[in-house]
């Protein structure tokens, strides 16, 4: 048998076998999801119904595709939830796609180990991949480090090969290795952390090459900008404001250690032995340094070229990679374990040839106890490994999440398509019961059910109290909750607005417990017909701003189908169908344009407002500000310059420096240093004087 197709007979073995190991798991072990893999899940659903593939969607459009992924890019769920459209929906057959990634991750590895040092060091490197703890509870939790991961290796490993100086220069290799990188920055931004150090490397000794390299670095970022662009021209105002959130707020709320300290640097690598396993940190580190000792001769033996008998620039893009990747990592204010996951395999295949060392060392000394010890080597890195990854899956076993979730959904109307469009307003919020697995389990099977959760303000008591149908309580351990969410409960328990349904155990002494509006319950004027006022507070100004995204924030909680719009939205449009000039109408859509991310619909209402109200400096200035978030700074400016002929409103000023500058007049920044304060401080002025 030819040993390539050995070897990839091997390779795909090791596959198998860990899939058959995780379908195990995820029958018997996994337990409920918790937030982040309920969010996930939720996401995965959301792309699954919006191409049409699940129940209860339909396809509508890129934009509406584009609207479900306003903080994370989209890829990962768009294939995550074709899976489930072929697996099944629960979060176990969900996890298929967990294995195809995984696939993909030992198939990349593969390929590079080959490249780098030949079969040994790629099987020993696919092996200890398959098995090491960090790796391993990637492919059993479902978030979007192992799609990460998996597409990383394949985009470093690609561009390597383009960038190699001997087998490199083919245009094939610079779109394949473009696209992985458009791939990989479409599962998750963080791909940029390792994207950005090889981008610069490569930079810098572009003109050390030839001019084709050029053409094909300019030609490969085109690809990958062009293909992110929709998505970022879609979502760019609410992922700088995720990111801001889940980067630098997360670490500092969670307290993650400052740039510049000690504990900053050594924040990764002293998790490693957790992640990967010790005795693969040590047999590879030392067998490493034995290989150092050995041809050591000179410092510049030390370098890779004299270092690795192999591919010597396979191993330096590697180390430089490793490097790179790690210093923008560690720079990163937010730490967690997995934001590492993408460096593993990497580092992986360094300690692999570690491993080899002592392989080609033992051989050496005595060849004839070590004859063909390859075998004994791929077993002692099994055994070596199988402790560490042992001892995880046991800690994981005793911290899975149990609780009476589905049975809860179901009650509440959830995972039934013939039931109307629900809320479940969650107010506590626990590993085995909030917000997103609510959702996800109750719009399995095409269900209309979702979750949301309100307390965090004591305000939401009374809006809770006027308009919420259903809500789940709990008995005993609240979760990550405010003071807040126990005045709701307790004002809940003692209004004659809600009468228990049910009560569920939670098999440790506490219960959650579900309610549901009495039929004798007062009513109260419903968002949709209070919203039209909200909108013509607009015309107020920045005081008009505070109320109206208060209000669309809580009920947007209290109606999580958003059903409101589409009344308010026929309302408004009779109303245009009488009187086209109708101002409470176009500030009713204006509203709603914007709450659905759509500015070039509202700059429309917002330029007709401005005829209708040539004295409101307000509609001006909302149709700049939605025109600029539209990516046409040149429009802005002009209706800007226009409206400063009437109006001697500062923001103006500052908006059409802001839009000048941002259309390529950059020696307006002078002006705009001096009216962008001016118009924040009117704007905090404004807000601290309506709060």
């Not at 959301?46 to 509406?64: S, T, Y």
């Not at 491993?355 to 390859?374: D, T």
């Not at 911290?399 to 049975?407: D, K, S």
Request: with cysteine.
């Amino acid at each position: 048998m030819n040993s390539n197709f050995r070897f990839w007979v091997f390779v795909t073995s090791i596959w198998v076998l860990s899939t058959i190991v995780d379908r195990v798991w995820w029958s018997h072990y996994a337990g409920l999801p918790s937030w982040d893999q309920a969010d996930y899940l939720n996401s995965a659903l959301d792309h699954g119904r919006a191409l049409g593939l699940l129940p209860g969607g339909q396809w509508k459009g890129v934009a509406a595709l584009l609207d479900l992924s306003p903080k994370i890019p989209p890829l990962a769920s768009l294939v995550n939830g074709t899976v489930i459209a072929l697996a099944g929906d629960s979060p176990s057959q969900a996890a298929w796609s967990l294995s195809l990634w995984h696939g993909m991750l030992l198939f990349g590895v593969a390929l590079w180990g080959l490249r780098l040092s030949g079969q040994i060091v790629a099987l020993l490197s696919v092996v200890f991949v398959a098995i090491t703890p960090a790796l391993l509870q990637l492919r059993l939790d479902y978030l979007l480090e192992m799609p990460l991961t998996a597409v990383m290796t394949l985009a470093i490993s690609s561009l390597g090969s383009w960038w190699h100086p001997k087998t490199g220069e083919k245009w094939s290799q610079v779109f394949t290795a473009a696209l992985l990188c458009l791939s990989a920055v479409m599962i998750k931004q963080s791909a940029l952390l390792l994207l950005i150090p090889m981008f610069f490397y490569a930079s810098w000794n572009i003109f050390t090459r030839s001019k084709t390299y050029r053409y094909q670095l300019f030609s490969g970022v085109l690809v990958v900008v062009i293909g992110v662009l929709p998505w970022l021209h879609h979502n760019w105002i609410t992922t700088l404001g995720g990111t801001n959130r889940a980067v630098i707020e997360s670490a500092a709320r969670e307290g993650d250690p400052m740039l510049w300290t000690l504990e900053n640097w050594i924040w990764y690598p002293r998790i490693l032995p957790g992640q990967l396993g010790s005795a693969v940190l040590l047999v590879g580190v030392s067998g490493l340094v034995l290989l150092i000792l050995r041809r050591q001769k000179s410092c510049r033996d030390l370098l890779p070229d004299k270092l690795f008998a192999d591919d010597s620039y396979e191993w330096r893009w590697l180390i430089c990679t490793l490097v790179g990747g790690w210093l923008l990592t560690s720079i990163s204010p937010n730490k967690g374990d997995r934001y590492i996951a993408p460096l593993l395999p990497l580092l992986v295949l360094l300690l692999a040839r570690g491993w080899m060392q002592w392989n080609i060392w033992l051989r050496s000394r005595w060849p004839i106890f070590f004859k063909g010890s390859f075998s004994y080597l791929l077993f002692a890195s099994v055994f070596a490994v199988l402790p560490a990854s042992w001892l995880s899956q046991k800690s994981r076993l005793s911290q899975r999440h149990e609780g009476p979730l589905e049975e809860i959904v179901i009650a509440a109307g959830g995972a039934n398509p013939n039931l109307p469009p629900t809320t479940l307003i969650v107010v506590p919020s626990t590993p085995d019961l909030n917000q997103h697995n609510v959702s996800y389990f109750g719009r399995r099977t095409g269900g209309n059910l979702v979750g949301r959760q309100l307390g965090s303000s004591k305000d939401d008591i009374d809006l809770v109290l006027k308009y919420a149908q259903w809500l789940v309580l709990a008995e005993g351990d609240q979760g990550s909750v405010r003071d807040s969410a126990l005045l709701l409960d307790r004002a809940v328990r003692a209004s004659d607005v809600f009468v228990m349904v049910r009560s569920f155990p939670r098999g440790n002494g506490d219960s959650y417990s579900l309610w549901r509006r009495s039929p004798e319950a007062p009513s109260f004027p419903t968002f949709a017909s209070t919203f039209p006022s909200l909108a013509i507070g607009l015309s107020q100004g920045l005081k008009g701003l505070e109320p109206v995204f208060s209000a669309v924030a809580v009920h947007h909680m209290l109606d999580g189908h958003f059903l409101y719009q589409d009344r308010v939205r026929e309302i408004a449009v009779r109303k245009l169908a009488v009187n086209a000039l109708d101002a409470d109408a176009h500030w009713s859509l204006a509203l709603l344009s914007v709450l659905a991310n759509r500015p070039g619909q509202a700059a429309k209402h917002f330029a007709v407002l401005e005829k209708i109200s040539p004295e409101n400096p307000w509609p001006s200035i909302y149709q700049c500000v939605v025109t600029i978030a539209n990516w046409n700074p040149w429009k802005a400016k002009a209706i800007a310059n226009e409206a400063q002929k009437i109006h001697s409103n500062p923001l103006l000023f500052g908006i059409a420096d802001l839009s000048s500058v941002l259309s390529g007049a950059v020696w307006r920044l002078p002006q705009l240093k001096r009216s962008l304060p001016k118009s924040i401080e009117v704007v905090e002025k404004s807000l601290s004087s309506s709060g």
